[in-house]
């Protein structure tokens, strides 16, 4: 077990309408908002056969996180909980995952649908959706029991990210 820190390097950056993070949507899957995603010259090679899948998982980088919070409170929640129990971008390890629509490939720009990052993010990692791998079947949901709809309905506010 190393206890060395780990050093990542992007592979591209993200292009978003969002520039700061209230009015950012909570979660991708419950808004339609384009963008691009913008894979580095050095990189760009491997993305060939990632435009005959309609989702992709992007790895990124909170990097305008606030200071790591162990706990905290969920959005739109009374009630604490653990880092590791919720999605809050202030976290040990800033990585943010999102599932997103590819629309098309253009060389080394993917556009995408269902972004919930801010403008200039770095990625550190595309990879493809496989529903027959990645759907499971939930049998519990924690906290977030009754707070998908409430959260569907809302985009950050000045809490997120603190």
Same mark, same amino acid.
Not at 8 to 28: A, L, N, W
């Given at each position: 077990?190393?206890? &060395?820190?780990?050093?990542f390097?992007?592979i591209? /950056?993200?292009?978003?309408p969002?520039?700061?993070?209230?009015?950012?949507?909570?979660?991708?899957?419950?808004? =339609?908002t384009?963008? *691009?995603? &913008?894979i580095?010259a050095?990189?760009?090679?491997? +993305?060939?056969?990632?435009?005959?899948?309609?989702? /992709?998982?992007? +790895?990124? $980088?909170?990097?305008?996180?606030?200071?790591?919070?162990?706990?905290?409170?969920?959005?739109l929640r009374?009630?604490t909980? @653990?880092?590791?129990?919720?999605?809050?971008?202030?976290?040990? =390890?800033? /990585?943010?995952?999102?599932v997103?629509?590819?629309?098309?490939? &253009? @060389?080394?720009?993917? #556009? $995408?649908?269902?972004?919930?990052?801010?403008?200039k993010?770095?990625?550190l990692?595309?990879?493809?959706y496989?529903?027959?791998?990645?759907? #499971?079947?939930? *049998?519990?949901l924690?906290?977030?029991?009754?707070?998908?709809?409430? *959260?569907s #309905?809302?985009r950050?506010?000045a809490?997120?990210g603190?």
């Amino acid at each position: 077990m190393s206890l &060395e820190p780990v050093t990542f390097r992007p592979i591209g /950056i993200v292009h978003s309408p969002y520039k700061e993070k209230v009015g950012t949507p909570i979660q991708p899957s419950f808004d =339609n908002t384009p963008g *691009t995603i &913008e894979i580095f010259a050095p990189y760009q090679e491997g +993305l060939e056969g990632i435009e005959g899948f309609s989702h /992709i998982y992007v +790895l990124y $980088v909170f990097d305008r996180a606030a200071e790591v919070k162990l706990k905290a409170s969920p959005f739109l929640r009374d009630i604490t909980v @653990g880092v590791f129990a919720m999605r809050a971008p202030s976290r040990p =390890n800033p /990585i943010g995952l999102s599932v997103v629509e590819l629309k098309a490939r &253009e @060389g080394g720009l993917l #556009r $995408v649908v269902g972004l919930d990052m801010l403008d200039k993010t770095p990625v550190l990692d595309i990879k493809p959706y496989a529903p027959k791998f990645d759907i #499971r079947e939930v *049998t519990r949901l924690g906290w977030m029991e009754g707070a998908m709809e409430d *959260t569907s #309905r809302h985009r950050a506010d000045a809490r997120f990210g603190e």
